[in-house]
Each structure stands twice: as C-alpha cells, then as structure tokens.
C-alpha cells in the first residue's frame, strides 16, 4: 500500500517541475529561440497540470473531504490559497510567453523571477493543505467517499490521462511512483502510458534532459 496520497504525490510534480523550471530559467542561453519553444512546451503542459489539479481539487475533493469531516472554514481558506496560486500562475504564464517570442536574456530573467514568485506561493499552500489534508486522507484509505472522489478524477480521456501519468511519474520516487500507481491496475498504466503517454515522452520530458 502507498505510504502517501496520490494528492502529495501530484504535489511532488508540481515541486519537481518548478525547480526544473527554475534552474533552466537560469541557465537559458540568451537567443536561442529553440530553447525557449521547448521551455514554452513544457510550461503549457506544467501550467494545464497545475490548473486541473487545483478546479478538481475545488469541484471533487473538496466535497469527499467534507463529508470525512474537514470543516467548510478550512476548505474556504484553501479555495482563497487557490485564488492568489492562479494570479501568480498567470502572471508566470505571461512571462512564459514573452520569453517564447523573444528569447532575450531580460525576458529569461523576467520569467525566472515570475516563477520564483509562483514557487514560493505554491509551496505555502502545498505545505498547508497537506499538513492539514494529508492525515485525512491517510485516515480514509478505502473509504466510499475517498473512492467515488477517486472514480470522479479518473473521468478523464485516454489522452489526458496518458499525459498526466507520465508527467506525474516523471523522476517520481518509488513511494511517489507506489502512490500514483496504487490504484490502478497495473496492465491499464501499462496500456495509458503505452500509448496515451508517448505525446509527453516525446515533447516534454526531454526538455528536463537537455
């Protein structure tokens, strides 16, 4: 059984990506346009990521989480945690694609301080929500609430679902990777990051390598 959520789990991507992010930002050759495209495509699969997570968290979790017991008070000051996350998100995404067209080395140090900025207010609220969700989560594992939340999340395309695994397993630990895959059965992530996956495989994760 995994030792932590999927939710933590999804938390270390968005964690991993923004130290990605961070340091290629800082080591961005000045001009090259090249580069900047593929810092541009990784953003847009990072930025759809971090958006879905947080409207499902609102629209799905967030009622499964009420029922176990979490008060409508905490809830609301996660939702506002939400809110400050998605200006700072849009004005990285801004920023993101100024450096797209121009490829300058202001524009790279412009982006870098968006998602220093974009970091530190993600963090906060990751540390929040799972100081105080994680526990509950833990507490409920197999519970019906926690497994109909689960059966919501997982009504997405093959593609989007493809996508999400491999970026979500993507330099994911083992206790990572165990929580991501815990509950679903091994030959359906075989097929989903078989064939669904490959788009990310093949556009995004070797940004991370160059």
């Known amino acids: 059984m995994a030792e932590?959520?999927?939710?933590?789990?999804?938390?270390?991507?968005?964690?991993?990506?923004?130290?990605?992010?961070?340091?290629?930002?800082?080591?961005?050759?000045?001009?090259?346009?090249?580069?900047?495209?593929?810092?541009?495509?990784?953003?847009?699969?990072?930025?759809?990521?971090?958006?879905?997570?947080?409207?499902?968290e609102h629209e799905i979790a967030w009622p499964a989480l009420q029922k176990l017991g979490v008060s409508r008070e905490l809830l609301t000051q996660l939702d506002a945690e939400h809110d400050t996350m998605a200006d700072t998100l849009a004005s990285a995404r801004t920023a993101m694609g100024t450096l797209r067209g121009t490829a300058s080395a202001e524009d790279a140090a412009a982006a870098r301080a968006a998602m220093q900025e974009l970091q530190r207010v993600t963090v906060q609220h990751l540390e929040h929500e799972e100081a105080e969700i994680e526990p509950v989560y833990q507490a409920n594992i197999g519970s019906p609430e926690l497994k109909q939340m689960g059966r919501e999340f997982a009504k997405v395309g093959p593609v989007e679902g493809?996508?999400?695994?491999?970026?979500?397993?993507?330099?994911?630990?083992?206790?990572?990777?165990?929580a991501v895959?815990?509950?679903?059965?091994?030959?359906?992530?075989?097929?989903?990051?078989?064939?669904?996956?490959?788009?990310?495989?093949?556009?995004?994760?070797?940004?991370?390598r160059t």
């Not at 990784?42 to 759809?48: E, G, K, L, S």
């Not at 078989?194 to 995004?204: E, H």
Request: glycine share 8%; proline share 6%; aromatic share 10%.
């Open 4 to 56: 932590m959520s999927m939710n933590k789990a999804i938390h270390a991507a968005v964690r991993r990506d923004l130290g990605r992010f961070l340091d290629a930002l800082e080591r961005f050759p000045a001009g090259d346009r090249t580069r900047a495209a593929q810092l541009g495509t990784a953003w847009q699969n990072f930025d759809n990521q971090l958006s879905r997570h947080h409207e499902g």
């Open 162 to 178: 493809g996508t999400f695994f491999a970026w979500a397993l993507d330099g994911a630990s083992p206790e990572e990777s165990a």
């Open 181 to 208: 895959t815990s509950t679903v059965p091994k030959p359906v992530i075989t097929v989903v990051l078989g064939l669904f996956g490959r788009p990310y495989r093949k556009s995004v994760a070797p940004v991370w």
